[in-house]
């Protein structure tokens, strides 16, 4: 067996750090054979500070539904022995949301209220009003009170149609993307623009940061995710569910957003959760497994993806495993 990702992550940490000490010591080297100029020491010194500081961004992209929330548990959340994320029936993470670790900040989740929408500011400008962030202090021992506090993600509040187009969060002319309004009249909208949690995972430590975005209509409302954040991930995990396989709202996402051009696809990885709902006591395993593999190869048609590229997982059993 190869390393596993946490340890091909450590060794990446790691190189990382090496090579900013090579670099320090090229600059302690050119200084002492007066070499270094002004101009030149600035460079070093910034290269080595990006690389030092460097981030490596996963985007999680998936309709509603479809087990991220779960996905993030399993992988970040299982050592607390319990879920984390809100990860039960129906919208769960309502807003984007990223999850890494910056030591010179509490452990804190940070939420950004919807109305900044209704601003021309972009969410770069607002990253650095941090006044206008709601923050709630994070007990990284405590995984009840972890838990209560990113339940925060799941928020929703009801808006008049009129807000809601505002907002961006409904459109005359896409009549079966907008959500449905309620007897007066009124939809539901996210309560947060985009929420950042900030706690000490090793994985986050060594520099990965996970951007967790809620469904289509969530993707297409925030043009920051598909304009800037989206493309700039290093590497986007596309999820889809093994009962449905590429339903034609997944297909729209991955058209729309993530299959942009051919260099994109090379940093691509279709993951097929939920394959414990193909687990059937009528059927033998080789049913089973046999059915498994045609879901990943249909996806991979569909989506036009090399088949090693589709994973099939269970989210939800391999926290169970992890925990127990």
């Known amino acids: 067996m190869g390393p596993s990702f946490n340890e091909q992550f450590d060794q990446h940490g790691a190189w990382r750090r090496e090579f900013a000490q090579q670099l320090k010591r090229l600059a302690e080297w050119m200084s002492s054979h007066d070499l270094m100029d002004a101009a030149v020491q600035e460079r070093l010194h910034r290269l080595e500070e990006q690389v030092r500081s460097d981030k490596v961004m996963v985007a999680f992209v998936a309709e509603f539904s479809r087990g991220k ?49 209704l601003q021309m500011q972009g969410l770069a400008e607002w990253r650095m009003k941090a006044e206008r962030w709601t923050e709630i202090p994070l007990d990284v021992g405590n995984a009840d009170q972890i838990a209560k506090a990113l339940e925060k993600v799941a928020e929703v509040r009801k808006v008049s149609l009129d807000n809601a187009r505002a907002l961006g969060f409904w459109h005359d002319e896409l009549t079966d993307e907008n959500p449905v309004p309620d007897a007066q009249g009124l939809v539901e909208v996210p309560m947060w623009r985009h929420a950042v949690i900030n706690i000490p995972h090793p994985l986050l430590k060594q520099g990965l940061v996970i951007l967790d975005t809620p469904g289509l209509n969530a993707v297409g ?29 997944d297909l729209s996402i991955w058209r729309e957003h993530l299959a942009i051009s051919p260099d994109s696809m090379d940093a691509r990885l279709v993951v097929l959760n939920k394959i414990d709902t193909l687990w059937d006591t009528l059927n033998s395993a080789e049913q089973v497994q046999s059915q498994m593999e045609r879901q990943c190869s249909t996806s991979a048609e569909m989506l036009g993806v090399p088949l090693e590229r589709v994973v099939p997982v269970s989210a939800q059993k391999g926290l169970v495993a992890k925990i127990t």
């Open 69 to 117: 929330s779960e996905l993030i548990n399993a992988i970040f959340f299982a050592d607390y022995g319990r879920r984390i994320m809100p990860a039960s029936a129906g919208r769960t993470t309502m807003c984007p949301t990223e999850l890494g670790y910056d030591a010179t900040v509490a452990p804190s989740l940070r939420l950004l209220p919807i109305e900044t929408r």
């Open 221 to 249: 409302a925030e043009p920051e995710l598909t304009v800037n954040l989206i493309p700039q991930a290093h590497a986007v995990v596309f999820i889809l569910s093994a009962d449905t396989g590429v339903t034609r709202s």
